[in-house]
């Protein structure tokens, strides 16, 4: 599903977020990305979802070498991917309906489909009597849940999530991240950047550790090949 093939991501000034990382996460599975605060693990997420593009190495996603995909059609890889971050990005201006249908807007779903599937989606986190809420009036759980909605309206193969539990209490951060594996559990795709050794101990998934930009432990289940397609 993602395979990195020695990637390095070098910002103006110098400054390297990532050197020389090779990872593969094959289809369906769900790991954890961590390391301290500049490590690197926001990057390699932008880099997936091609808000960034790396300075050297080959990114593959679902056998797409994402190196050779213009910018005029990265929305069109976007769409098999679900994002989700730290802070929700809602529109306090529209209600939560309106937030999480955002997605399926932009891709020209019909009306009839875009209220079938954002119901469908914030019954899936619990927020279904919520829907004519405005994002203000919910608790910071509430906007994360609707945040996880948007991300998973469309139904992508992929969930990317860059610390969702980072200002949650431990209770609530459980509850998000059981969301996850109930995502996973029906063959979606999830990799979490996340500090939370504790909670990320506690669900049993394979971790991928970055200092200083470098991966120092992969506990994925299979071991780094070559750089073709997968």
Not at 111 to 117: D, T
Not at 154 to 173: F, I, R, W
Not at 184 to 203: F, P
Request: hydrophobic fraction near 40%; glycine fraction near 8%.
């Amino acid at each position: 599903m993602i395979h990195f093939d020695n990637i390095s991501k070098r910002y103006p000034g110098g400054h390297d977020a990532l050197s020389q990382v090779s990872i593969r996460l094959e289809k369906g599975q769900m790991a954890f990305l961590t390391g301290h605060s500049g490590a690197g693990k926001s990057t390699l997420l932008k880099l997936i979802a091609m808000i960034e593009r790396p300075t050297r190495g080959q990114i593959f996603l679902d056998g797409v070498n994402l190196n050779n995909i213009s910018n005029r059609k990265i929305p069109y890889i976007r769409r098999n991917i679900g994002i989700i971050f730290q802070n929700h990005h809602l529109l306090y201006d529209r209600p939560v309906f309106d937030n999480v249908a955002m997605p399926l807007i932009i891709q020209g779903y019909r009306r009839q489909e875009i209220h079938k599937r954002v119901r469908a989606a914030l019954n899936q986190v619990g927020l279904l009597s919520k829907e004519k809420s405005d994002p203000i009036t919910l608790s910071g759980g509430e906007q994360q849940r609707v945040g996880i909605a948007r991300a998973i309206v469309h139904k992508p193969l992929l969930l990317l999530a860059d610390e969702p539990t980072g200002n949650l209490d431990p209770e609530l951060s459980r509850e998000i991240m059981d969301l996850f594996a109930r995502f996973n559990q029906v063959g979606t795709t999830v990799l979490i950047a996340s500090h939370n050794l504790d909670l990320i101990k506690q669900m049993g998934s394979p971790m991928i550790s970055l200092q200083d930009g470098r991966v120092s432990h992969n506990g994925l289940p299979f071991s780094v090949g070559s750089s073709q397609e997968l």
